[in-house]
């Protein structure tokens, strides 16, 4: 069942949003050769909680963490620990979720760290830029499918990949809700975009194969041939006036 929600609720979701994207902002400037991946999660942890949040994933299913943190090949669900040093040349996708007041707010950045091969970079150019231009869909009157199609279709113009078994999503008081949002598929197809329908948008997508598998700790996916993956996500709310990115962070594009 697809919730539409109030102004008031919005408006809680507007400050969990806010949270994430400050707190992604100051990952982003962390991330640097030698960091491990458990200093990004603590400080996040520390961050989110000292300014008036909680982290959502942290026991979520018995997740022991409070961000994702997917390495190159690791598409999503990247577990963080003491033993994993970022290095020159990696790239890190950070995915992050607080609430506040019991709302979400959720988002995702692949993060280049050093100097990063240039077939790398434009991976992670045109998986945030098919963010966007999946974000431009998410106006009243379309479908879901409409979002779909235009992120899928521009990945794929430049041979990259479309990761199927993992999708965007509702989002509120529960940090998954209906309806999910495949990054593949036709337009003209889905549930009706609505206003108040509240929305994560995140491309998922890889320098090969779009096919993944899940890593014995039940966690990790990575890609199946090895190849480096990118993920970019924002929450966005449907209004009557277009698509409004709640967890813009100051710095708009990552990726220049």
Known sequence: MIILKSQHEIEY????????????????ALAKPGVTTLELDQFAEEYIRSHGGEPSC????????????????????????????????????????????????????????????????KLLKVTEESLFKGIEQAVVGNRVG?????????????????????????????????????????????PLLKPGMVLCIEPMITMGTYEVHVLDDDWTAVTRDGKPAAHFEHTVVVTENGPEILTMRDEPRLIK
């Open 13 to 28: 979701i507007r400050q969990a949003c806010k949270l994430t994207a400050d707190t992604l902002t100051e990952l982003i």
């Open 58 to 121: 942290k026991g979520y299913y018995g997740y022991p963490a409070t961000i994702c943190a997917s390495i190159n090949d690791e598409v999503v669900h990247g577990i963080p620990n003491a033993h994993r040093k970022l290095k020159n040349g990696d790239v890190i996708s950070i995915d992050l979720v607080s609430s506040v007041n019991g709302y979400h707010g959720d988002s995702c950045v692949t993060i280049p760290i050093g100097k990063v091969k240039p077939q790398v970079m």
């Open 146 to 190: 409409d979002i779909s199609h235009a992120v899928q279709t521009y990945c794929e113009k430049f041979g990259f990949g479309v990761v199927r078994d993992f999708v965007g999503h509702g989002l509120g008081r529960e940090m998954h809700e209906d309806p999910q949002i495949p990054n593949y598929g036709p337009a003209g197809h889905g």
